[in-house]
């Protein structure tokens, strides 16, 4: 895409706005159905936070199936506007919270709340016991893995072997109201980080052996545990796993019989630095050049929308087009203004957008009320994110 192919279509238009090319998004989608080969997609409406958006995805085939919520207000909010097959993917301690998730259950919705602690259990069963309703629950399955002096992966469960499983179960087996349904195991380390960054060879053959290596293990682990649980007489109805940078690993455990799959969808910078695809940026935003202080320098009004994570420049947003267009070390994006670099072809002027993109998905949406989409050259739609439904979550 060029600069000037998205200038036009938005000329006159006020910024800054957000918007979803959805030519390119329709292009990710279709990859992304290849990579998952015969598994289903659930959607990481975390990464997505637009129910126009989510709509789309579900509506493209029955691949797409289920969402993975991040908090349970937001899978009640989702349920009682006629969503299902929800999937909390964090747990939930909040006891009216979980109360609010099985009235809905109660109805016939399908909502599963995550677990690894024998404390989410008795809460659970508690709440389940005063609706008089058995709430299904999820195993989330720690996938890290501990090399010596390095935990490569992210602190999630306390479930991380078989025989932590196994005192789990124990603990299941004492709580009558919740039911064990399903596992995840979600496995951070391959599918949130980059092995292919740029400048950063040594780096890269360095997370791609480490890759490899927790591999082995990690398959082995979800494998046995997912083994056991059945062999103990759970009726598992999903085995959820990866995330958009892991799908072809994740695909080929024949136990896992669905993937999830959100940030791909928009593809925000921190997914660019994979070795085993490349999708195209779908989820950009425009800043307008207000003042231009010297000659190769345009500042813009606004910008500095970092992401959440471990504090580095990987989380700050980058200048997308007009291509060549620079961040400056010292100032980078900020809260009301970023200078941006350039001595390119395109002549700039004041009132002019800079096309930027987010560094993570989702998180663009909690600072805008709408997305505009477009197609085929034209604005074709506008949409509310989460934000703009009055809804935030986290
Ligand atoms: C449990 C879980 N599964 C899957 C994902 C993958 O999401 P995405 O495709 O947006 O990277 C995440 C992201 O953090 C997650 O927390």
Not at 72 to 90: R, T
Not at 194 to 205: A, M, P, R
Request: proline share 4%.
């Amino acid at each position: 895409m060029t600069y000037k192919y998205y200038k036009k279509i938005f000329q006159g238009k006020e910024m800054p706005f957000a918007f979803i090319d959805k030519d390119i998004l329709t292009e990710n989608t279709n990859q992304i159905l290849n990579r998952a080969g015969n598994k289903k997609i659930r959607l990481a409406t975390k990464s997505i936070r637009c129910r126009a958006i989510i709509d789309y995805l579900l509506a493209v085939n029955d691949q797409i199936q289920g969402l993975m919520c991040f908090t349970a207000p937001e899978a009640v909010w989702l349920s009682k506007l006629g969503y299902d097959d929800l999937l909390i993917a964090y747990p939930t301690v909040h006891r009216e919270h979980i109360r609010d998730v099985a009235r809905e259950v109660k109805k016939g919705k399908k909502i599963y709340l995550m677990t690894d602690k024998e404390e989410h259990l008795i809460r659970i069963n508690q709440i389940g016991e005063q609706e008089k309703t058995i709430l299904p629950i999820c195993l989330d399955l720690d996938m890290s893995s501990k090399f010596p002096g390095l935990h490569f992966g992210v602190h999630r469960s306390s479930v991380n072997d078989k025989k932590r499983a196994t005192t789990y179960l124990e603990a299941v087996k004492k709580n009558p109201f919740v039911a064990l349904v399903s596992v995840m195991g979600y496995e951070a380390q391959i599918a949130g980080v980059g092995d292919n960054v740029k400048g950063q060879g040594l780096k890269n053959t360095a997370v791609r052996q480490l890759k490899k290596r927790s591999l082995k293990e990690i398959t082995k682990r979800r494998e046995e545990v997912v083994e056991m649980i059945k062999d103990q007489g759970f009726a598992l109805e999903l085995v959820n796993g990866g995330g958009t940078g892991s799908l072809e690993s994740t695909i080929l455990e024949e136990g896992v019989t669905e993937v999830t799959v959100g940030s791909g969808f928009y593809t925000s910078t921190l997914f660019d630095h994979y070795q085993k695809f490349r999708h195209l940026p779908a989820a950009i935003f425009a800043i307008e050049i207000v003042r231009q202080p010297a000659k190769q320098i345009y500042t813009c009004l606004g910008g500095g929308y970092v992401a959440s994570g471990a504090a580095g420049t990987d989380k700050v947003p980058l200048p997308y087009l007009p291509p060549g267009c620079k961040l400056t070390k010292n100032e980078m994006a900020g809260e009301v203004q970023t200078p941006i670099l350039y001595n390119g072809k395109e002549a700039l002027s004041i009132g002019d957008p800079i096309f930027m993109r987010h560094s993570k998905a989702g998180e663009l949406c909690e600072r805008f009320n709408e997305l505009t989409l477009i197609s085929k050259g034209r604005i074709v739609e506008k949409v509310p994110t989460y934000r703009g439904e009055g809804q935030s979550f986290l």
